[in-house]
Each structure stands twice: as structure tokens, then as C-alpha cells.
């Protein structure tokens, strides 16, 4: 049974950092890319970062230079370190997996190229 669970949201002052993590079922793991997503109240879930399974990483503009994305293929969990955050990075953080292979140059931020969805962690990020 595919399966994400992430964890690490919490609460952080302005500048401060978190770790999130998402433990994946064997078979949710096995379908690369993975990704991380963030919804915030009243907008729509934008692509944060993503990994293909040969390491290649693709970030939104919004986070390079903040955050970093990893995984560890041993324990089938993927990472999100986020630094420097800032109020505007609040949100709901999810992740993802794709269900096939991508070809493509970098692995993808759409929504739509990702077919099994954690229940996410929330990130709350203060002034």
C-alpha cells in the first residue's frame, strides 16, 4: 500500500530552521521523482522542491538558496531542510511521489505529475 507520512512542521520565529521529513512506503518510494508541496490558507498547493532518483533537484524560485531537498534511500525517507524562513513560508507542506518515470530534464513541480500525497505537516512561521 502506497503510504507518505511527513513530520517536523512546527512553529518558528522569523529566520529560525526545520527539518521536515516524509517516511514512504516501499512502493510510494519506488516512484520517482518525489517532491514537496506547500498549500497556504486560501491559495492553491505550489511545488517547492523536488528530487529524481539520480539526485538532479529543481527548487521554485521562492526557496533557492533556503531550502535544500534530500533523500535517504536506505530508510525510504525524503527530506526539506528550510533556513532563513520567513512569514510568507507558512503553510501546509506535503509530499509527494510519482507513480512512473520522468525523462525530463529536471524533476517536476506540478501538481499534476504527482499521483500519491502524504497528509502534510504544518509550518508556521512568525514576524
Avoid at 526539506?80 to 501546509?92: G, I, R, V
Amino acid at each position: 500500500q502506497e503510504q507518505l507520512v511527513e513530520s517536523g512542521g512546527d512553529s518558528v520565529q522569523a529566520g529560525g530552521s526545520l527539518r521536515l521529513s516524509c517516511a514512504a512506503s516501499r512502493f510510494a518510494y519506488s516512484a520517482y521523482p518525489l517532491a514537496w508541496f506547500r498549500q497556504a490558507p486560501g491559495r492553491g498547493r505550489e511545488g517547492v522542491a523536488s528530487i529524481d532518483h539520480d539526485g538532479p533537484t529543481n527548487y521554485a524560485d521562492s526557496v533557492k538558496g533556503r531550502f535544500t531537498i534530500s533523500k535517504d534511500d536506505a530508510k525510504f525517507t525524503l527530506y526539506l531542510q528550510m533556513n532563513n524562513l520567513k512569514p510568507e513560508d507558512t503553510a501546509m507542506y506535503y509530499c509527494a511521489a510519482r507513480r512512473k518515470l520522468w525523462t525530463g530534464y529536471l524533476p517536476p513541480l506540478a501538481q499534476s505529475e504527482y499521483q500519491y500525497w502524504g497528509q502534510g505537516t504544518q509550518v508556521t512561521v512568525s514576524s
